[in-house]
């Protein structure tokens, strides 16, 4: 019977290799995603790397990592970078307050030297925006 032969050391071990596995392929992913998105590499040098991952794939991953890998770690944060101040000024629009806190002080100070705003609106809309 096939359960009586499978013990639970080889249970664990086959978790280990499929963990294992399943990381290979996300590093996998990562690297090819990283060659493409490059923008410092011509398409040649492309072309070369993805045969040297294909043909052997072991070495080219690793040898990707140790020669690009800080470069590749640089472009994820910036990025990443990039992304959170697209969504910051997407907020910012989205919530009506795009204006710097100069460009709101001058509309404030424009609106009391034409007498629209008293001195005491402009002090306590001044102190609104600057906190």
């Known amino acids: 019977m096939f359960g009586a032969d499978f013990g639970v050391g080889q249970v664990v071990w086959s978790f280990v290799w499929f963990f294992l596995f399943f990381v290979w392929i996300m590093l996998l992913f990562r690297v090819f995603g990283d060659l493409f998105r ?3 590499m011509r398409g040649v ?14 070495l080219g991953v690793f040898l990707y990592l140790i020669t690009r890998g800080d470069k590749m770690a640089a472009r994820e944060a910036n990025e990443a970078r990039a992304y959170e101040d697209s969504v910051r000024q997407y907020i910012r629009e989205s919530a009506g307050t795009s204006a710097s806190a100069a ?8 609106l ?20």
């Open 38 to 40: 490059s923008t410092d």
């Open 103 to 110: 460009d709101e002080l001058e509309r404030l100070a424009s």
């Open 45 to 58: 040098t492309k072309v070369l790397w993805v045969l040297f991952v294909i043909v052997l794939p072991y």
């Open 112 to 131: 009391r030297d034409r007498g629209v705003i008293d001195e005491t609106e402009f002090g306590r809309l001044k102190a609104k925006v600057l906190g």
